[in-house]
């Protein structure tokens, strides 16, 4: 009954929670490409700088990397759900705005099928757009005659991902997962003239997007006495996405409609943790995803690159003292964009994370973690005058960790 409660849960809250959640964007940057890129990092990954292609561990789930699924032990069902305030800042010679958001992270389960062998439904976003602002220049040296452009943009895409992770030989573990990715995107930009006798201008990109990501993962784990190193590997093949992409050019006596591509660009990753006592993890990632071969309405993008560093500490494994048996994390990380803007990278960003997991003991349940992590976030454009943004997420889930399958026995 308890096993049937768990998995009713799970699914109303698959379908359910992306569907009421409304992830504020206001960033001008998301004016590019498919937007915002969001990650599949939970909260433990989220905690540790986003690190995790080299992670596995029993009792968390790992997106990062499919061929971490295969580690969950046989009794144990994962159900793992995540959301995040944000303040952003914005600034622009010396003009300042902040903004406030609520975003859903990610909402994910797991449990294994058969011996050495675990699965993994989840869904979060894949990007998100939100922005709108104008911008006026001059026409004429005087400037009595100005063009005013008016920018506005929404939408963005959302993934279902399932995957299975196995283990053939002890230390090997192989993954895939495969993504179901859907949304619409819209980017609007409407030219308005100080001359009245001018005729304004609007242009639209605009795309309706069903298509998939696809995943590979490879893992290998040696153990030396207290000590294990962690080694991984994840491979996306890309792809053109071969939907309905349009730009549209709008004027006072006619449109020209110009069909147009997207794509899902090829990604390599690799990371490594070292464990110590299973008290102690210090992980590494590195990942660079090829934009710079992939379509936007035409153009192209920038490869990009994310180099991040990460640790998780328990004091005690076995301790009355909540705060002995809390797991301390933190994290930094790098990433380029990987978008251009007038010919220049767009802005590299720079973050650092402090968090902890703290265990929920009560009479029928000793596994379950909150997840709490607070995000630093700096913005820096590669191109003078270009905006610069900050933020400070608080990362806020709870991974549930019920033991399934659990015959009861009579006495």
Do not use: C
Not at 45 to 70: C, D, E, H, R, W
Not at 73 to 84: E, I, R
Not at 189 to 204: E, G, N, Y
């Amino acid at each position: 009954m308890k096993r049937n409660s768990i998995l009713i849960l799970a699914l109303t809250l698959l379908f359910a929670i992306p569907m009421m959640a409304e992830n504020g964007m206001n960033s001008p940057y998301t004016r590019y490409g498919f937007g915002q890129l969001a990650s599949m990092e939970t909260g433990t990954n989220k905690g540790m700088g986003g690190t995790g292609i080299g992670v596995q561990g029993s009792n968390q789930i790992n997106m990062l990397n499919p061929a971490s699924y295969a580690a969950i032990d046989t009794l144990t069902f994962l159900l793992d759900v995540g959301m995040s305030l944000q303040n952003a800042n914005f600034s622009e010679n010396g003009v300042k705005m902040n903004a406030r958001n609520t975003t859903f992270d990610y909402l994910a389960m797991q449990f294994r099928l058969m011996p050495h062998l675990g699965f993994t439904l989840g869904m979060m976003p894949f990007s998100n757009i939100g922005y709108n602002f104008s911008n006026t220049i001059s026409k004429n040296e005087d400037g009595t005659q100005t063009a005013t452009l008016l920018y506005n943009g929404t939408g963005g895409l959302r993934q279902v991902t399932a995957g299975i992770g196995y283990a053939p030989i002890k230390g090997l573990s192989i993954g895939a997962n495969l993504a179901y990715v859907y949304g619409e995107i819209a980017h609007n930009i409407h030219t308005q003239f100080s001359d009245p006798d001018a005729t304004s201008m609007s242009k639209a990109y605009v795309a309706d997007i069903t298509t998939y990501k696809a995943e590979l993962g490879l893992q290998y784990r040696a153990t030396m006495g207290k000590n294990s190193l962690t080694i991984g590997a994840t491979y996306q093949p890309g792809h053109i996405i071969d939907d309905e992409a349009y730009v549209v050019h709008r004027m006072t006596t006619n449109d020209t409609i110009s069909r147009s591509h997207l794509s899902i660009p090829t990604k390599y990753g690799v990371g490594f943790s070292f464990n110590h006592d299973k008290r102690l993890t210090i992980a590494a990632d590195y990942s660079v995803e090829q934009y710079g071969a992939a379509d936007f309405f035409g153009t192209r993008g920038a490869d990009r690159h994310r180099a991040s560093v990460g640790f998780e500490y328990i004091p005690e494994l076995i301790n009355r003292n909540l705060l002995r048996r809390a797991r301390y994390r933190g994290g930094l990380h790098y990433a380029t964009s990987y978008y251009t803007i007038n010919g220049q990278q767009g802005p590299t960003e720079y973050g650092a994370t402090l968090g902890i997991g703290l265990p929920i003991m009560n009479a029928w349940n000793g596994k379950s973690i909150i997840n709490i992590s607070g995000q630093a976030i700096h913005m820096r454009p590669n191109t003078p005058g270009l905006i610069t943004e900050n933020y400070l997420r608080l990362h806020i889930g709870i991974s549930v960790n019920e033991t399934w399958f659990n015959k009861w026995k009579v006495q």
